[in-house]
């Protein structure tokens, strides 16, 4: 992903390295907010995955919220997002 904020809605995993997440609402099935899957908290490897801090998930985030990192993955389920790369 380029360095800034990469607007995500797809439903797939999507792994990098970002500094939070913002929730951009428009998600049906939540009532207007954003729902995740998973989002795995991290410091990116150079040759690996990186290290794993933490995993959450299900979650939902208000539209506009913002979800601190740094992230190395997340999944949505309904709605879409802004992920602003480290």
């Known amino acids: 992903m380029a360095r800034g904020a ?3 809605t797809d439903t797939v995993a999507v792994t990098g390295s970002f500094s939070k997440l913002q ?5 049906s099935a939540s009532g ?3 729902q995740f899957a998973n989002i795995t908290f991290g ?3 150079k040759e690996s995955y990186g290290t794993v801090y933490n995993d ?6 208000s539209s506009s919220q913002y979800v601190e990192g740094p992230i ?8 879409q997002c802004l992920a602003y790369t480290l």
């Open 6 to 8: 990469t607007l995500v």
């Open 43 to 45: 410091l990116p490897g």
């Open 72 to 79: 190395i993955s997340f999944k949505l389920v309904d709605g």
């Open 32 to 34: 207007g907010n954003v």
């Open 56 to 61: 959450v998930g299900p979650l939902v985030v």
């Open 23 to 27: 929730a951009a609402g428009t998600g």
